[in-house]
């Protein structure tokens, strides 16, 4: 676990530079309520495709790389790069999308920030960074800090000895090459976005501070509110307070040996639901160090081929999103801009999103939870990666691990999804397998799932027999009869064998159309053809038995390096049901009518 906070790449480290990359395992809950400054805004730039600020012309790690941030000292110095006056980029946010010449780049940005700090006692400082793609190495006045892999969970490093008092200078190598054994690997239909995509806070906490809780109903019960506080030392005899004044509960817990306390008492909340998103203030004291956070309470589960919220029949009315900006394109980084998607999602009816293909950023999800939006929520095992690596495995399952941590309170994540699109193979199963034994093992109040494809199709009836089936709760595939085969006519015929005793779910279907192109419904790229699409598939579903959901790909229209057909893609790709400007195509209507009937179906 200690590791995993800090990535694969640190724990590669790890092996060789011990002292560096101690372990610290702080998990740093709710860090939005922490007591934070933060280092957004405007960072100095420099590009260096060729890592000449990381490697020396020998190719070894040079010890005054870029992260010492020289200066000339004298007009006869020799410094071949000036912070001072490089580029600028703003931080949160991609490169891609802040400069022309950085479009299609894929390498190495050293960003460099200075800041002000005035050191206080008894505090203990964290560099916390939301999410940076994909690579990281962290330097703080001129020192190692850290290293980190995985472009879109967040990490932090304990600085506390690092910081100076006064000025300071953080520094980061990023980059975002496509590496084969990679999480995502080489291959992916969305754009490669580099930078430190999301926010960057300093974090200071009392020397012992609350670095972890949970608080929750605990599964098949609805009377009852279970949790547990973490110290971030394994200090004994502290009072921590739990609160939940709404529910008149003040609990009083006493850290054990490992710095823990567990807790449970009687409570009947209201429960959480689209219909009723209810969330309780909660409070977490720890002497002067409050917590405050909204927690909501929730029962999901499976019964055969039915899924339950709460023990009520459900249905998820689902859509798939990317984390990108609608209007200028870009990582969303903001709630402003997260609830721009996410109400677009409730003007189509939804319950449900499925945040697609990683870990979307913390604002997305406490948005969706406050709106009602149920959330399928994934990691970046996409496509073929490398099973036979147990690096690759090792940082697939660090990033499954921080995406848990960081949303474990989140009531609105219902399904915690370890893959998409992947080809069986014995390797593949049991690396599969065993993340999702790691979900289990942390987590018994939500279900697990993953995108599967269709296994095969005769006598016009697809089955979906995956091995992956045994372990999931909800069987999950994307299938996209009528686009990447068949014509949309096929819907109409096509059977489904989906031979086990659990709900199904279209976690993709859709095909692409440009925004104001019209044509027969037979005419590619038209409107109308992604129209009767949506509607032949959206019946042929509807009378399979067991169909518990869907979320077509896609909400909005996406960028994607993959998708190059001139004056149609344009390196968008056009499955969205909302073009990159928002104007809805005719799709859309087809799924709001659908989710319209279904909404009245099950209530
Ligand atoms: C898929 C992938 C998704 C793609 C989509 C497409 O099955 O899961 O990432 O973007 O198909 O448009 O081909």
């Not at 007591?35 to 600020?53: C, E, K």
């Not at 916390?128 to 001129?142: D, E, H, I, P, S």
Request: one cysteine or more.
């Amino acid at each position: 676990n200690s590791t995993a906070n800090f990535g694969v790449g640190a724990f590669l480290l790890a092996a060789c530079e011990m002292v560096r990359y101690a372990p610290e395992s702080p998990v740093l809950q709710n860090v939005y309520a922490r007591h934070t400054f933060s280092l957004n805004g405007s960072w100095r730039a420099i590009v260096d495709p060729f890592d000449n600020g990381f490697y020396d012309y020998r190719l070894k790690e040079n010890p005054n790389g870029f992260f010492k941030n020289q200066k000339m000292r004298d007009k006869s110095d020799l410094v071949e790069y000036n912070f001072d006056t490089a580029q600028q980029l703003m931080v949160p946010g991609d490169w891609n999308t802040q400069n022309d010449k950085l479009f299609f780049y894929e390498g190495s940005v050293w960003y460099k920030k200075d800041f002000m700090y005035n050191k206080k006692a008894d505090t203990r400082v964290y560099l916390y960074f939301g999410a940076v793609n994909y690579l990281a190495n962290v330097y703080l006045n001129g020192e190692k800090v850290g290293v980190h892999e995985g472009g879109f969970t967040p990490f932090y490093f304990d600085v506390t000895d690092k910081l100076r008092e006064g000025d300071n200078f953080v520094v980061l190598r990023v980059n975002n090459e496509r590496k084969p054994e990679g999480v995502p690997t080489v291959n992916s239909d969305w754009w490669n976005y580099g930078g430190i995509t999301r926010d960057v806070l300093l974090v200071e906490t009392p020397e012992v501070s609350v670095d972890d809780y949970l608080v929750q109903l605990p599964k098949g019960k609805y009377n009852e509110i279970t949790g547990y506080v973490k110290l971030s030392k394994p200090v004994p005899g502290v009072k921590i307070q739990i609160r939940i004044p709404e529910l008149k509960i003040t609990q009083t817990l006493t850290t054990d040996e490992q710095g823990k306390a567990a807790f449970a008492c009687k409570a009947k909340p209201q429960l959480w639901s689209p219909e009723n998103p209810k969330l309780y203030a909660v409070e977490v004291r720890n002497g002067s160090e409050v917590l405050e956070d909204k927690i909501g309470f929730r029962q999901i589960e499976t019964k055969g081929k039915s899924l339950l919220l709460n023990g009520k029949q459900t249905f998820l009315r689902g859509i798939s999103i990317h984390e990108e900006a609608p209007y200028r394109q870009g990582r969303v980084y903001s709630k402003e801009e997260s609830l721009l998607l996410l109400n677009w999602a409730k003007e189509l009816g939804c319950n449900f999103v499925r945040l697609a293909h990683y870990p979307h950023n913390e604002h997305m999800v406490r948005a969706a939870e406050e709106m009602g939006l149920m959330v399928w929520s994934e990691i970046p095992v996409y496509w073929t990666i490398h099973w036979d690596n147990p690096d690759t495995y090792h940082n697939a399952s660090a990033q499954l691990n921080d995406m848990m941590e960081r949303d474990k309170n989140r009531c609105s994540v219902i399904i915690w999804s370890v893959a998409n699109e992947t080809p069986h193979s014995d390797a593949r199963d049991n690396f599969l397998a065993r993340l999702a034994k790691q979900v289990r093992n942390k987590d018994n109040t939500r279900l697990l799932s993953m995108a599967m494809e269709v296994t095969g199709t005769k006598n016009n009836i697809s089955q979906v027999k995956d091995y992956m089936s045994e372990y999931v709760d909800i069987i999950s595939f994307n299938n996209y009869l009528g686009w990447y085969g068949g014509t949309p006519e096929d819907c109409k015929t096509r059977q489904w064998d989906i031979p086990y005793d659990k709900p199904f779910f279209i976690s993709e279907f859709g095909g692409g159309a440009l925004q104001g192109l019209h044509g027969d419904k037979t005419e590619r790229w038209t409107e109308e053809y992604q129209e009767e699409l949506y509607k032949n598939t959206l019946d042929m579903y509807n009378r399979v038995d067991g169909f518990a959901g869907t979320s077509p790909w896609i909400l909005m229209d996406f960028r994607s390096t993959r998708r190059q057909l001139n004056g149609i893609q344009d390196f968008f790709n056009r499955k969205g049901v909302i073009s990159e400007r928002g104007v809805r195509k005719k799709a859309f209507y087809v799924l709001q009518d659908f989710y319209r009937s279904k909404k009245a179906e099950y209530e």
